[in-house]
Structures are given as C-alpha cells and as structure tokens.
C-alpha cells in the first residue's frame, strides 16, 4: 500500500513479476481494493491476497511505524516470522520501512544492527554501497559487519564468489579519514590478514568519493550518514550533469538537428540511470529481507523490486548472513570461525 | 613550486593574472629557474621573485611539511606574515600545504580550526562547500564557524549581501542526521533567530546530497570528512556521466554524424565542469588567505586560483571574517555581539 502510485502500480508490478519471472508472491493490503485490481489485470486467482487494514502513510517516520501493527508493512513483517514468506517488497517511506521491519523481523542473531544496501550501476557488475541510512552513528564493528552483508549481497544477487570489499574514506592511503574510518579500516584489516577469529574478506582498503562508480571493488562500506550523503550527491550530480547535457544539445539550431538523430541513443543511457531499473535498496541482517522500492516506482520499478527480493531470498541470502557473521559461523573453505559475541559491546 | 606541471605552467599562469587582470603578486620559488622562465614570457622585470631554495614533495603529507621551514609554501606564509602579501596561491599538495598554512599563518583569533572551501559550479551563483576536508573529526562549534566563514567567501567572491546557509545532511527534516549535524542545525538555528551572542546568519535548514548542485542556497556546511566525500562523489558522478553520454553518442553511426555538429556545445559544456575554470579550493579562518590549485592545474588554472586569489584579498576576507566570529566581532547592522570566547570549549 506505500508508494506514490500504489495500490494501482504495486499490482501492475506485481501481476508482471509473476507472470514473466515466475516469481511467488502475495499482495498485502486492503482485501477489495486489491482484488479488484487483481480482477482488472485478469489475474484474481493467480496471486494470493493477505488482507492489511492499515497502511503507513508516506510521511511517517520511524515511530509512529511501531504504533501500526496492521499496516502493510507490518503484516508482511508477519508473514516473514511465521515462514509463509521470505522477503518483503515496499515502496513506502524508506524511514517507515526501516523502523517497522527492523522491530518486527528483528536482527539475525549476532548482528549488531541491519544495514541499507543500494547497488550502484557500474559495468560490468553493480558495486553494493551500504550503509545508505540506516545507522546515521555507527561504530566499527557495525561497518564490519556491513562488509560481510554486503558481501552476502555481491554473492546473492551479483554472482560474485569472493566480492572485493572497501572502505569509503578521505585520501586512499592507510591512516587517512576520521576516526571511525580509521578504526574500521584497522578491523577490516584483520579480517583479511588470515584466520583472526573474523569471518574472511577480501578486503582492498581505501577508495574515495570519485571512485564509487568506477566498479574496482564489489562492496563499499560506510557508515549511514556518509553512505546516504555520498548516494544523494551521486543521484544529483548525474542529474545534473545530463539536465546541463540536454541544455547543450538544445543549444543551437544545428545541435537540434542532431539531437533528433541521438534521440535513441540518449533514451538508452536515460534508461540506465532510471532508478526504476535498479530494484530499490535492501534492508539486510535482519531475519527476512525487505527490498525498498523508490517513493515514486511504477509497475516496472515494483516488478524489478520483486524480482531483486525473489534472488536475495532464492539464494539464501539470510542463511549466508548467518554463516558469516552468526554465532554459528565455523570456517568454510576461506571462511573462519569467529567469536560468537564479536562486537557486542557496541550494540 | 608545487603541482604537476610546476614551476613552468605556473609561471605562465601568474604572468597571464598579472597582465590580464592587474593581479600584483610575487613567484616564491627556487630564484635561477624563475627567472629563466620569466625571461622566455618576457616578463623578467615585471614581477618579483623570493627565493625559497626547497618545495613539499606531492606526496608529503601534513607532517612532512612542518620540518620543511624553506619550502616555497613556508616562505610564501613568511611573507603574509610580514604583510608583504595577502594570500598564497599553491598547486601542491592539499595535505601539506593546509597542514604548511595553518602552522604558520595560524587561526585567527577565535576561529578554532581553519576550512576548506570549494565554489561549486550552480548557477546563476556557485554555491561555497566547506568544510572540503581539512577536518575528518568536527565539533558542531567548529561547524557553525565554518558557516561564517563560507558566508563570507560567498559574500567576498560571488557578491552576496546575505548568504543563504544550509547545513548537509540526510532528510531535510528537522531532527535528522547524526549526532553531529543535529546538534550544528540546533546551534545555526539559534544564529538565525536573533540576538543570541552570535553572529546573525541566514540559515536555511538543512539540505541533502542531491540538492548540492541545486544552487538553492549559497553555503552548505559540513565537516570535513562528509564534506570530502560528498564533493568526490560529485566529481566522480559528473565525470561518470559524461562519459556515458560520450560513448552513446559515438555508439551509432547515426549518432555519430549528430556528434559532429554538436562537437562545439559539448565543449563549452566541458569547460563548465574543468577544474581549470574554477580557481581551486580556498583555506579560510587563518591570518592570510590560501588557495589551493589543483594539482593538475596548467596556466588557465593558475591564472584563475591567482584571480580568486586577488579578490578574496580585495574584499578583505580576512577583517570580514574577524568581524563575524573574532574576539571584537560587535553587532553592525544585523550583526550582532557575540560573545568573544564562544566555542572555546571545543578547541
């Protein structure tokens, strides 16, 4: 029920996903509503409704979320813990989404707090950035822990055997960025050294702002203030950068003429930057995941969304969380045993 | 002496700023070189050389620097010192030469910690980022300093009576962010609101990453880390962008021959986003002005940093900035007192 267009969009997508990639899914929602739209699509009884009386209102932040228990959101958090569903799909305020799945769904055992995973459109594999705003203060043991979700992500939904990680910092040299930079970049240090009672990363150390859309490492790890801030500056600036692009090529009788015959170029490279075609971000570590669609997503946008959230929960991706981080994580392979109690301290 | 392309490029640029727009200034450098290139511009009596027989290496960093007493960054802040000069223009290193300038010129009187502040290209006025890195780790006392001090680069350099101020952060709402940007949108809230013992500001709220290109306001305050990345992340973005556009437009031959006709937009367009138009960074807070090239910068960059230069001494950035948050800063027009040891604290 979140989102700019819902509910009417929310099933367009949905009724997509099923129909051309076989995706299992169930629509959460006001039960007529829902239904009727189902009828509209020609698709009432190919997908299964779970009547929400309740829905979070776009605006709604983080704790007026935990005062509805039967939104949408949170009837899907239900369906979650009882194992009639694997992973959620929302496009409602990211701030809602967070809260309401972070409290309902709650924290794998042994991670110390969910992270906000975006995947960035660089060539030839998306570079995962996180945290992207969940955890405006964090500490290092939680960027730590962020490296191993996203890792699990790059695995899960990029096909990346052993994703190359690092630590978004001022100055690519060891030693430079504030002190929590610092700090983590130690920790992550160690974990690539060998057996350190850490589960194993391959950790490449440092890169900076400019390099975020070079695709030299698979995992970008920060803290949700910078990771937030760093994402928006790169949506604007791209913004930017093709408004003063379009601007240009209007500029001259003559460039007219040839931006008619680019046209077709130009809708490709628009489509790439679409966010509609990048799923939306992923709340990972807790146990099921929520895949968070843009406010203003349309049927393709959920349809993405959908399918994001059906790789993630097809490819285990709470179980390979669990391996590396829970207080059962045993070596495997390159992976080594760590302490069960690992970072708790700063919980 | 400092910058890729030293000292040749250099001296072209400073005698282009000399002859092209009135700039008096003196080249600090190793004296026979100096004068050789001088004599091939032709301009060996028109501008005068200091000796300084060493230069900070590139790749020195902020310690390195301080053993270095002749460098020509260390002679150049001798000279402000002497009130031989007003500012410094240097193509070196950011770390050594902001580490050089603050030891040297030192803070001025009640300013705790010296920034860096970049213009970025908005129109129709650039918008002053700061702090660009010369702090990782803030206080929110530092960061309403850095407010008064981007007020008046916009006011100095881009001729705005009463700069509008934002602070970066994540959701524009009130009460968002980290610890950090909650408490320094409490502070500059209270600078906005009246007499308080501070300096009046015009401050808007708070701004996120995507609005950084926006041209809304006129400073965006932030500390140096987030400030860093968020600015890297822009120039990553934009330079991404372009080069996405690039390889569409040359992906047909359609749109191949369109290319042609627009060779000449695109460029005017690229010249917006060179570093080489813009001047480079600028330390401010100290007992004398420096502006920071790029390290890449060839003529025109230098000719620009020694315009930017220029103005900022012309427009006396230094008294305005004593007079907004010095020890004698006294309520002029919609200045008011402020309380001469404020912020102390955090020193």
Redesign the interface.
Known sequence: MGGDHAPEEIVKGAVRAVREHGVRLVLVGRLPELASLLSKEGARGEIPVVHAEDALAMHEGALASWRRPRSSVAVACRLIRRGDASALVSAGST?GVVATSTVRLRPQPSVLRPALAVALPTRPVPTVLLDA?AN??AKPEMLVQFAHLGAAYAHTAHGVAEPRVAM????SEPG????L?RKTAELLSATSAGPTGQSWLDFRGNI???????GEVDVVV?????G???????????????D??RE??G??A??R??????R???R??RD??DSETYGGAVLLGLNGTAVIAHGDSRAQGIERACLLAHELAAGRIVDQVRRRIGPSARSAGRLHRKAGNEGQGSG
């Open positions: 701030g705003g405006a203060d978004l910092t001022i100055g430079k960025g504030n002190k930079a900076e702002g400019h390099d975020l859309l070079s920060t803290d949700g203030f910078t937030n801030v760093a994402l928006k500056s790169v949506e604007g600036a791209v913004r930017f950068a093709f003063t692009v240009a090529l500029s001259t003559v460039s003429a040839g931006t008619l015959l680019q077709k170029s130009l490709g490279l790439r930057f």
